[in-house]
């Protein structure tokens, strides 16, 4: 498994369940977002599901919201009945989830940042360039008629 970002748009509103496991029962949210890919016009799906402190961030997502992901990807082939073809699934365990446009985001402890905009940011400060040496193939203080060696 690795780590990556998703950016995309939700196709529907977030899932929400609890599951049992030893006993402890643990929150999560299933949603689906749609990434578009400018280049070949086509759009690829990424099922995520984010867990324990990221559920309460959720009920702040809905159909057509733009947002960030950060998780660990996973892949799973599965079967349609109704065609009967194998298909793809792209997964990713949110680890952080950004709500585009708000400038909150949650990470997985239940934590959330947020973004501060400045007025009036802070300008670079930029060295002055400093005068080329000069070449030794530069002639411009010969004299007419001399030769350079």
Known sequence: MFTTI???YLVADPRFAEIVKDGEKRPV???????????????????CAAWNGLT?????LYKGRPVAVIGKVSASHNFSQKTGKIYDNINLHVN???????????TENGAVETAEVQEN??????????APEPSPFDYYDMEEGEMPF
């Open 6 to 8: 998703a950016i995309g």
């Open 29 to 47: 949210s299933n949603f689906r977002i749609a990434i578009d890919d400018r280049i070949t016009g086509k759009t690829d799906y990424v099922d």
């Open 96 to 106: 952080t989830l950004e709500l585009l446009g708000s400038g909150k985001r949650f």
């Open 121 to 130: 940011p802070p300008q670079p400060v930029v060295a002055p360039a400093a």
């Open 56 to 60: 309460k961030a959720c009920k702040y």
